[in-house]
T-cell receptor, first 112, second 115 residues
Framework: GNSVTQMEGPVTLSEEAFLTINCTYT??????LFWYVQYPGEGLQLLLK?????DKGSNKGFEATYRKETTSFHLEKGSVQVSDSAVYFC???????????FGAGTQVVVTP | DAGITQSPRHKVTETGTPVTLRCHQT?????MYWYRQDPGHGLRLIHY???????DKGEVSDGYSVSRSKTEDFLLTLESATSSQTSVYFC??????????????FGQGTRLTVV
C-alpha cells in the first residue's frame, strides 16, 4: 500500500536557522507529492507540490525536490522565522480520485 | 481562501448519540472529502464523494456514513458516537480528481469530543 513517513517532532529552532524536514514515501504508480502547513487553530494550506520526478516545488522560501531514486521529498528552508512555527505534513496522491495519504506531521517551533 | 465552511466548529456529545457534521462549499468543486486528524496519525481519509450521490469509503470508514444530495453540501454522520471518534474532522474539496496536479483545499476543522 501507499505510505508516507516523516521525521518526528517537535523540531525546535532559533530564528534564521536552516530547516530540514525529512519525508520518504512508498507508493504504487507515479504519485504527486505535497507539503501542507497547518498554523495553530487553522486548517491545512498547500505549501508546495511536485508532480513528477526531479520537479522542485517552492513557495515562501520553502523548497522540496521530488527524488524518485530515494523516494523522498524533503522540505527545506534556509532561514526560518517565528511565523514559520506550525505543523508540516507531507502527503502523496496516486489515484484519479484526488485522495491524499498523509504523514504523521512534524511540529516546528521557531524561537526568537 | 477557498469557500469551505464546516459546522459546527466545536461539539461535545455523549457516547451512543448520533452526530452530523456539515461541510458546505461555494466553489462548485466536484470532489469532497472527510478526513480525521489524530496525533501520530496525521490525517486519514474517512469517506469521499466524486459527485452528487456518489460516495465511497476511505481508510477509516467504520462507524461513519456520508451523504451528498447537493454539489455544495457533504454531510458526515457518526451513527452512534464512541470515545474513539473524538478527533478533529476536516473537510476538503478538489476541483478535478483526475487532474493529478489539482490541489485540495481544506476547511477550518470541527473539533468533536465524545464523552
Amino acid at each position: 500500500g501507499n505510505s508516507v513517513t516523516q521525521m518526528e517532532g517537535p523540531v525546535t529552532l532559533s530564528e534564521e536557522a536552516f530547516l530540514t524536514i525529512n519525508c520518504t514515501y512508498t507508493a504504487t504508480g507515479y504519485p504527486s507529492l505535497f507539503w501542507y502547513v497547518q498554523y495553530p487553530g487553522e486548517g491545512l494550506q498547500l505549501l508546495l507540490k511536485a508532480t513528477k520526478a526531479d520537479d522542485k516545488g517552492s513557495n515562501k522560501g520553502f523548497e522540496a525536490t521530488y527524488r524518485k531514486e530515494t523516494t523522498s521529498f524533503h522540505l527545506e528552508k534556509g532561514s526560518v522565522q517565528v511565523s514559520d512555527s506550525a505543523v508540516y505534513f507531507c502527503a502523496l496522491r496516486v489515484d484519479s480520485w484526488g485522495k491524499l495519504q498523509f504523514g504523521a506531521g512534524t511540529q516546528v517551533v521557531v524561537t526568537p | 481562501d477557498a469557500g469551505i465552511t464546516q459546522s459546527p466548529r466545536h461539539k461535545v456529545t455523549e457516547t451512543g448519540t448520533p452526530v452530523t457534521l456539515r461541510c458546505h462549499q461555494t466553489e462548485n468543486h466536484r470532489y469532497m472529502y472527510w478526513y480525521r486528524q489524530d496525533p501520530g496519525h496525521g490525517l486519514r481519509l474517512i469517506h469521499y464523494s466524486y459527485g452528487v450521490k456518489d460516495t465511497d469509503k476511505g481508510e477509516v470508514s467504520d462507524g461513519y456514513s456520508v451523504s451528498r444530495s447537493k454539489t455544495e453540501d457533504f454531510l458526515l454522520t457518526l451513527e452512534s458516537a464512541t470515545s474513539s471518534q473524538t478527533s478533529v474532522y476536516f473537510c476538503a474539496i478538489s476541483e478535478g480528481g483526475y487532474l493529478m496536479n489539482t490541489e485540495a483545499f481544506f476547511g477550518q476543522g470541527t473539533r468533536l469530543t465524545v464523552v
